[in-house]
């Protein structure tokens, strides 16, 4: 959810998780484990096939361009091939955004519209990816991270949980959470200091300016309503150059992803969230970067980030 960087399994909250791009069923009836077709499937991209998927994207048209343009395979992606690592960094070399931003209430729309405290009330010590991918992402953070132990270092994790996937050990001045199970958050060892807040209530974060050096977000940017307001935010609480990273699988609840997730593919989500920094404004273009640790027996892994322009 917007405040869960680990959700919960299957079973723990009324929910099942199910790769993106699939229908959003009645939770009770959803499956957990889809099999290797729908996670073909899930891969595919409106760049491909948006008369045929008729997705809720106003920018299907701009999606085939930039496909085209970017030298993407669609030929292969067709096909139902696995996208490849230099697929998804292609995404975001020539996005070709329109000149406005192009999702509205209909986009964010969920299946489920009940308060998202309620479904995230009780705590669930369980994690949302598989223990491969989780390897993948703190791995990731190791090599982008300021260096464990440097000076004045603050990070911020939000939509936190009980676990961050920060590297082990790793020491910062200051390494804030902020999250929607305050149990979860009590739990969550790397945290010095921490927020209970629903995002999609309030998007503003409780921070001054210029505060951090580092803020993650670990797949949750699905179920973010707000995602315009909340990456202004973002912006406006990291230091001059510092990073945004948003994290995210092809796994979800998929009663409480936004539409707009639910209906696309792999391809799409890193365009949508790209989108999601460059209509902010003050961020450096965001680039994009396949992480998955074994693709096809693993779940899949990807990080949208980018910088916040010096002053």
Known sequence: SAASSSAS??????????????????????????????????RRSVFLGAAMLRPLLRLAGVGVAAAAGSGINLAARAAGSVAGAGEIAKVLVDPKYPAEFPFGASEMQRYDETSDFLFYSQPRFVTHIDDAAIGALTKYY??????????DTAMLDI???????????????RISGLGMNEDELKKNPILNDYVVRDLNDDATLPYPDNTFDVVTNAVSVDYLTR????MKEVNRVL??????VMSFSNRCFPTKAVSIWTATGDLDHIWIVGAYYHYAQGFEAPAAEDISPAPGRSDPMYV????KQAA
């Open 9 to 42: 399994s299957a079973s723990s909250r009324g929910g099942r998780l199910l790769r993106a791009s699939s229908n959003p069923p009645p939770a009770a009836a959803a499956s957990s484990t889809p099999s290797s077709a729908a996670n073909a499937a899930s």
């Open 142 to 151: 190791a090599k982008v991270f300021p260096a464990s132990g440097s000076p």
């Open 159 to 173: 939509c936190s949980s009980w676990v961050s996937h920060y590297p082990k050990d790793y020491k910062a001045t």
């Open 227 to 230: 995602p315009l307001e909340m």
């Open 239 to 244: 230091k001059p150059g510092g990073l945004a």
């Open 304 to 307: 949208v980030y980018a910088r």
